[in-house]
């Protein structure tokens, strides 16, 4: 009886095989993926159906048949309006893009002056590289140097006044430069003092828990252009006779109120879902209050709450365009500008612009996502 078993049973594993044929193909992934069921199918066919339909006249009118290149207006004109464009036609006028690329990214800043934003960006990114790579050491010191001491020369750089650099007044600064500094100085500002005010709601004190509790549901109760409603208009009125403060940094300031409040709400969120036993673990060693917080509590809530943080940058980041109404241009508001321009006036001007701001601001928003998506991954490691 034992050898009849052993005659049927394998010593040795067989090698690997290789994928079935219809399997490794293109054709096997589409039969799996796209049409494995009727309703697969049909689905399949009516998008291909959609995008055929859509797509052709989409890059047509974005590429194929834009104009470029032109000094004005006439460029994206037909002939039957007093262009040079054939009747019937329609394109994009990329055209007007390129002859205000400079205002929409730096609004009436000097032409000779803007030198001077460039070199801030420069700066900007030599500080910020290294702090998005895990890998990079000094963290700390590069922190310190991003968020504490880059500010400070920016606004020097950028307002000038001293030396060899020219004044100028925040009303000039415009397009893209504002949407940036508005979103980098409120995410910079939001992120610690949403997390003192999530700590503080949730404070033992009744003092300190009560006007943490007050300032995050007005501020959360209220939209954005009212914070920036009352911060440059009913402000004013309660400082002393002869007192002022610039509009750009009450702008500043109700952005960055604004964001922690809700900063604060995610913050405690992850401070929420951390387990009781991690807070008696921390107790029972022995450490402080703010040790603890630092040490043990704060660094796997944040974890927690990344897609939470980050959707709150990209929200701040879109509402920045809003600063609009208190006579400020970002990037949408300066775009929205220049299409009263007599020299650019066209049928197809105001949709360029409008794609071209949709663009840029998608194009931020979509790094900051893919970037939250990467830090998911590498801080992810309880299931490693």
Request: glycine letters at 10%; charged letters at 10%.
């Amino acid at each position: 009886m034992t050898s009849i078993t052993t005659g049927f049973v394998r010593t040795d594993l067989l090698p690997p095989q290789p994928a079935p044929r219809e399997n490794a193909s293109i054709l096997g992934w589409v039969r799996a993926n796209l049409l494995a069921t009727p309703k697969d199918a049909l689905l399949t066919v009516l998008a291909v159906a959609l995008l055929l339909w859509t797509v052709p006249g989409m890059l047509n009118w974005l590429f194929f048949d834009a104009v470029w290149t032109g000094a004005d207006r006439t460029a994206c004109l037909t002939g039957a309006q007093g262009g040079v464009q054939p009747n019937g036609w329609t394109g994009a006028c990329w055209a007007f893009v390129g002859e205000r690329f400079e205002q929409f990214m730096f609004g009436r800043y000097p032409i000779d002056e803007r030198w001077r934003p460039m070199l801030v960006a420069a700066l900007f990114s030599l500080l910020l590289i290294p702090i998005l790579i895990p890998k990079v050491p000094y963290k700390g010191w590069n922190a310190l140097a991003l968020f504490v001491v880059f500010p400070i020369l920016a606004f020097f750089i950028l307002h000038g006044g001293f030396f060899v650099f020219q004044e100028v007044e925040t009303p000039l600064w415009g397009g893209l430069m504002v949407t940036l500094i508005l979103s980098f100085v409120g995410i910079a500002v939001s992120l610690p003092v949403g997390i003192l005010l999530a700590l503080g709601r949730r404070s033992q004190m009744p003092v300190i828990r009560t006007l943490c509790v007050v300032f995050i549901e007005v501020i959360r109760g209220v939209p954005l252009i009212t914070v920036l409603f009352m911060a440059n208009v009913m402000l004013p009125l309660f400082l002393p006779t002869g007192w002022t403060i610039d509009n750009f940094l009450r702008a500043l300031i109700g952005v960055a109120l604004f964001a922690s409040a809700y900063m604060a709400e995610v913050v405690r969120g992850g401070l929420q879902a951390i387990p009781k036993g991690q807070y008696e673990g921390a107790d029972s060693l022995g450490l402080s209050y703010w040790q603890k917080t630092r040490l043990i509590i704060m660094p796997q809530a944040l974890k927690l709450v990344i897609p939470g943080i980050v959707n709150t940058f990209i929200g701040l980041f879109k509402d920045t365009s809003l600063v609009s109404i208190i006579g400020m241009f970002d990037l949408l508001g300066i775009v929205q500008l220049n299409f009263t321009d007599i020299n650019w006036i066209t049928p197809v001007t105001p949709s360029t612009g409008l794609i071209f701001a949709g663009f840029v601001f998608w194009l931020f928003c979509f790094g900051m996502s893919r970037y939250s998506a990467f830090m998911e991954r590498h801080l992810d490691t309880g299931h490693k």
